[in-house]
């Protein structure tokens, strides 16, 4: 059974960081890309991040370029999301995706940005 369980969402203030894990069991981490996405209330699911099964070319929506990179650990079966410099538009859950064959989501991780 494929679980991704991802943490390290909580409360922070506008330009402060977060990192976010994703841990994932039953699959072989190291031939799936990994995605970050995010979903605010009222709005569609949007990428964040994405890091290729190899950890080659790592792509990034326009609203975190510069701020946001994500990483992985096949050796840990991990996935990771640092996020700096975060805004009160960051505010979101943020999911945890597989790819391969198929694709797996994690439950997501509440991320709040507010002074």
């Known amino acids: 059974q494929v679980q991704l369980v991802e943490s390290g969402g909580g409360l922070v203030q506008p330009g402060g960081s977060l990192r976010l894990s994703c841990a994932a069991s039953?699959?072989?981490?190291?031939?799936?890309?990994m995605s970050w996405y995010r979903q605010a209330p009222g709005k569609e699911r949007e990428l964040v991040a994405v890091?290729?099964?190899?950890?080659?070319?790592?792509r990034y929506g326009d609203s975190v370029k510069g701020r946001f990179t994500i990483s992985r650990d096949n050796a840990k079966n991990a996935a990771y999301l640092q996020m700096n410099s975060l805004k009160p538009e960051d505010t979101a859950v943020y999911y945890c995706n597989a790819v391969y064959w198929l694709a797996y989501w994690g439950q997501g991780t509440q991320v709040t940005v507010s002074s």
């Open positions: 039953g699959l072989t981490f190291s031939r799936y890309a």
């Open positions: 890091i290729p099964s190899g950890g080659g070319s790592l």
